[in-house]
């Protein structure tokens, strides 16, 4: 049923005619179906979202109308998140991907940290959090091989910061990421093709800032450790980067050749490389890596493990949906009128707002879907939307640096042996600050003044 969701909202956005009550019943459905498989935290997610239909229609609210709405955003969620699942399963099972991660894990520790935050970044844009799996698993195999514990420890915190700040720098641009796909959805007139050269601005922010911070605050050894050497050459980047080209050049080709939105482009495309990733590699390898068997697997192991993560992503756009005009009247009872705020102070919030939302457990989806609709449109703060886009994912990045709630967090915190909020809180405190504070003056200058 995935899979036929993605189907089907992949050739909506290529204009086909696909019944909207299709992709919200089978939205609706999988939900259902993938809840009595959750754990009680996530069934909370379910209940909320009966909840606050209910309270719709107590209100005199359009109910069923809203309660579509945040299905069909639940299904695109779905689709989305489906979609890149393709590319991650063949990328996790790529030989030349995993040379390429263990020369980046090796290199001395001048150049470590640089090598592994570059690294993240690029695979990141593969593989998702695949990303922090793959490089995070190689990391603590390098730390491992250390002998000294003090010495371990500080190379396994640096090495899994760098690509913990790798991944985060890829949100506010790639046109893979939930960040990018959500955001632009929600702003009025906003597309990825406007928002990607400021999203860059920032996702160079986040890079320099996390090498600096390591540069300048890296432990002096008396002892340092005697440096191995490096088997291989940077020439093991190059099937990243013609995976990269070849990934850019279709998706972008097809959304300007055709006008079709990114997301859309990415639903059907993505799926087709990674099929043609797959045969490559079970032509290269044989009965390893054989078709049947990881479509097999695919089906019906890989996708219903992520049962917890879909329900809670697909409730989190359904939330934020049909909460939005409930939360509307309340704010404007209570006095706040967001369309009389300066611009500079709506899109210097935005920075801060939504990892601060993190904090208490509440995921950039959900935070975003609620906040949006709370905006006024960016014409009438005087700004471009991209201004809007770049404010709001460069907060959502932030928030995957410190929530203790995040997969990136919680998947940092396992490969180091310590608890999520200590790597949000502790790990990351004085780097959120200085970051937050340059996007926060990137942000400014883009919408106020570039």
């Known amino acids: 049923m995935l899979v036929f969701l993605t189907l089907a909202f992949g050739l909506r956005e290529w204009g086909a005619d696909v019944p909207p009550l299709l992709i919200e019943g089978l ?27 209910v309270w719709l229609a107590a209100a005199g609210e359009d109910w069923l109308s809203l309660s579509l709405d945040g299905l069909d955003k639940a299904a695109f969620i779905a689709a989305f998140f489906t979609a890149l699942s393709t590319l991650r399963n063949v990328a996790e099972t790529s030989p030349s991907l995993q040379r390429t991660g263990k020369f980046l894990a090796s290199q001395p520790p001048g150049r470590r940290y640089a090598a592994l935050t570059v690294g993240g970044h690029l695979f990141a844009l593969l593989i998702n959090y695949g990303s922090i799996s793959l490089l995070g698993s190689l ?7 250390e002998t000294d514990l003090l010495i371990r420890s500080l190379r396994s915190r640096r090495m899994l910061l760098a690509i913990q700040r790798g991944f985060i720098s890829s949100l506010p641009w790639s046109p893979l990421a939930f960040a990018m796909a959500i955001t632009t959805a929600v702003v009025p007139g906003a597309s990825w ?3 990607v050269l400021p999203g860059l601005g920032s996702a160079a922010i986040i890079l320099l800032t996390g090498w600096a911070m390591d ?15 490096v088997e291989g050459s940077w020439a093991l980047l190059s099937p990243l980067f013609v995976l990269l080209v070849l990934l850019a050049m279709t998706v972008l ?11 859309g482009v990415v639903m ?11 045969i490559l590699q079970h032509s290269g390898s044989g009965a390893e890596t054989s078709l049947p068997l990881r479509v097999r697997r695919f089906l019906g192991e890989e996708l219903p493990a992520y049962r917890g993560e879909l329900v809670l992503l697909m409730m989190a756009g359904y939330i934020g949906t049909v909460g939005a005009p409930l939360l509307q009247p309340i704010v404007m009872a209570a006095g706040f009128d967001a369309e009389a705020l300066p611009p500079w102070l709506v899109l210097a919030s935005l920075v801060w707002i939504i990892p601060l939302f993190g904090q208490i457990g509440m995921n950039p989806i959900l935070a975003v879907t609620l906040i949006a ?3 006024p449109a960016p014409e009438t703060l005087g700004i471009a939307p991209s201004a809007l886009v770049i404010a709001i994912a460069s907060g959502w990045a932030l928030s995957g640096a410190t929530s203790p709630f995040t997969a990136t967090t919680l998947l940092i915190g396992a490969f180091g042996n310590v608890s999520a909020l200590h790597v949000g809180l502790k790990w990351n405190g004085g780097y959120f600050i200085v970051t937050a504070c340059l996007l926060t003056v990137w942000v400014l200058v883009y919408g106020l003044v570039l």
């Not at 009595?36 to 909320?48: C, D, G, I, Y």
Request: proline share 8%; aromatic share 10%.
């Open 139 to 145: 990391a603590s195999q390098s730390a491992r091989s």
């Open 193 to 195: 093709a406007g928002s």
């Open 373 to 375: 609709p709370l905006l």
């Open 268 to 278: 059907l495309v993505v799926p087709a490389i990674a099929i043609v990733w797959a």
């Open 27 to 53: 939205a609706f459905v999988i939900l259902l179906l993938l809840g009595l498989r959750v754990r009680a935290a996530r069934k909370a997610f379910l209940v909320a979202g009966m909840a606050l239909s």
């Open 215 to 229: 540069s300048i605050f890296k432990p002096r050894l008396a002892n340092p450790p005697r440096r191995m050497p």
């Open 253 to 263: 080709g097809f959304h300007f050749w055709l006008d079709i939105r990114v997301v």
